[in-house]
Each structure stands twice: as structure tokens, then as C-alpha cells.
């Protein structure tokens, strides 16, 4: 006999029960309602609902339950469970599992050949859905090598939804990076995040992220934790001082390019002065935009200014 389930409190009053008679095959337990009642919602919440099962419960079902071990591979977030899965069932079970970052390397390997391999036999002129669905797993997977990627790059043409998983997957090429930069970069925000997380961005596109989000601090919070990334190209190259600009009402302002230079020459040069920088930075948006919204302000900040120039070294 089937039983089905529909809330956890179900769950464990038939296995409390019929655990022994599942194990043997006797009975079998289908966590379709159990899961998919709220499916219709979202992935993420029949996966929020499975772990409402700890990981030895999914692991027994995995093992022993026929009608259950397929939903339960899909929504776990149990690497264990995936392996046991693997190991029972091979990688059939496996194949349409959307959430990569959970399975274990092994199987992401396996999945890279395998999706490979499908790729090159069914790819048709047309682009079959089948053929982007493989695309489409390729350019998620973090083992599939940089020259896969760059032939995906080139077979996705019109596929933007399969081109951005290459943005954020640390195997692409650096000049396939670029392409793909430039390709999306007027949509903005998301864009350039995804750039600045990923680690092989080389630092002249990084250069190039910022310049274009500058002012940003989320932004130049992931550009700072990204291992390619200058730091000291990134301050100097910003020829922008915030505060500075909307005091004197113009970037090009002379007072403005002697604050500059006190930057890049002497603050930049002592201990603790890239962390000062960095720190203005952060905050020096905001102030700007306070002071573009009153003149008053504006006034004020330009005489403390005006004084502090006449106690710098600005050459």
C-alpha cells in the first residue's frame, strides 16, 4: 500500500508504524502532497518544506521508498542524500536537478560530461529546447572547463538567460567575461554585481564595472572582496572627490584637483590611508547628495574646505 501524506505530523504516524514494512517493500510512502501543495508557490519552499524531514529521514526514504526518492533528491539540501542517491541510482535521478550548488563534485563532473555529451548529439540548427536546457545546466556548473564555456558563449547566441549564467561562473575566460560585459551592462546593477563576485574578472573589467557603477557601495563592497581587483588602481583611477565636487559646484574645479592630489600623494602613501580612502568612499555619496539639495551647506563645506586646503600639502 501507497500512503500519501500531506503534513509532517502525518509523516511520522505512518512511519512510526510502517518503517519496517517500507524498508522490506512491503509498503511505500509518496511525498507528493507532503511537497507538492506548496510547489505551485515556489521551488524554494517545497525545499523549505522537506527539511521539515531531518537528513536521516530523507536518507531512509532515498534508500527504501520507491515513490518518494525522486522529490526527495530534487528539493534536498543534504549533500548525503544526493550521494546516497547517486550511489543507489546512478546519475539518471540526478540530471534535473536545478540547484548545482548543492551537489557534491563528483557528480557536478559527471553532470559536466554527460551534459556535454548530450549537447554535441542533440544540437540542432534550431536550438531544440533540449539542447538549451543542457546549455543551460553547462553554464551553471562550476568544474566545466573554461573552453566548454567559451563554446557555450558562441552557441548562445540570442540566449541571454544562459549567457548571464556565464557571467557569475569563475571557469569563463576573462575575454569572454568582457564580451559578455559589454553585451549586458546597460541593464544595470545586477549586471555589474555579478562581475564583481566572480573571480576571474580581470581587474581592467573590474576597472571598468566601477567606473560605470561608481558611487555604489554595495558594488564596491564586492569589488574589494574580489582577489582580482587592484585596490590602489581603484582609488587612484577615481578621479571623483564627492564632497569636493559639490562644494565648488564642478569636478574640474581647481580646489577640487588640488584635494585630489593630496589623495593620491600623500594619504594614499601613509598607514592606513587606503582604509581611509575607502571609508570616504563608502560614505561620500551621500553627503554630496545632501549638499547638491542646499546652497547653505554648500557654502559652509566650501569655507571648512577653503581652510583646510590652506593647511595642506597639495602639490
Not at 503534513?7 to 510512502?29: A, L, P, S, W
Not at 509518496?30 to 501543495?37: A, C, P, S, T
Not at 508557490?41 to 521539515?52: C, T
Request: glycine letters at 4%; a neutral charge; proline letters at 3%.
Amino acid at each position: 500500500m501507497i500512503y500519501k501524506p500531506s503534513t509532517v505530523e502525518e509523516y511520522f504516524e505512518i512511519i512510526k508504524i510502517k518503517r519496517e514494512n517500507i524498508k522490506n517493500g512491503i509498503d511505500d510512502i509518496e511525498l507528493g502532497n507532503f511537497i507538492y501543495k506548496i510547489y505551485e508557490d515556489s521551488g524554494d519552499k517545497a525545499r523549505k518544506r522537506l527539511q521539515e524531514l531531518s537528513k536521516e529521514e530523507q536518507l531512509f526514504l532515498v534508500e527504501n521508498s520507491n515513490s518518494s526518492k525522486d522529490e526527495i533528491t530534487y528539493y534536498t539540501s543534504h549533500k548525503e542524500v544526493i550521494l546516497k542517491a547517486y550511489n543507489l541510482f546512478g546519475f539518471d535521478l540526478l540530471k534535473y536537478d536545478p540547484e548545482s550548488k548543492t551537489l557534491p563534485e563528483i557528480i557536478l563532473k559527471e553532470r559536466a560530461q554527460r551534459d556535454l555529451k548530450l549537447y554535441l548529439a542533440e544540437n540542432n540548427p534550431d536550438g531544440s529546447l533540449f539542447s538549451r536546457g543542457v546549455l543551460y545546466r553547462l553554464a551553471q556548473n562550476k568544474i566545466v572547463d573554461g573552453e566548454i564555456l567559451k563554446e557555450i558563449y558562441y552557441q548562445s547566441v540570442a540566449r541571454s538567460d544562459i549567457r548571464k549564467e556565464l557571467l557569475s561562473n569563475p571557469n569563463v575566460p576573462a575575454d569572454i567575461l568582457e564580451k559578455l560585459y559589454n553585451e549586458f551592462a546597460i541593464e544595470g546593477d545586477l549586471i555589474r554585481f555579478l562581475v564583481a563576485d566572480n573571480p576571474n574578472s580581470p581587474a581592467s573589467l573590474l576597472k571598468l564595472v566601477w567606473k560605470d557603477g561608481m558611487g555604489d557601495s554595495v558594488l564596491r563592497k564586492k569589488l574589494l572582496n574580489n582577489p582580482s581587483f587592484s585596490k590602489e588602481v581603484f582609488v587612484t583611477s577615481d578621479k571623483r572627490c564627492f564632497i569636493a565636487t559639490a562644494a565648488y559646484g564642478s569636478n574640474d574645479a581647481i580646489e577640487v584637483e588640488q584635494f585630489r592630489n593630496y589623495r593620491d600623494n600623500t594619504i594614499l602613501n601613509k598607514t592606513g590611508g587606503e582604509f581611509l580612502v575607502n571609508t570616504y568612499y563608502l560614505i561620500s555619496p551621500f553627503i554630496s547628495k545632501i549638499l547638491d539639495k542646499s546652497s547653505f551647506l554648500r557654502l559652509q563645506t566650501r569655507k571648512f574646505l577653503d581652510f583646510l586646503l590652506t593647511h595642506l600639502k597639495t602639490d
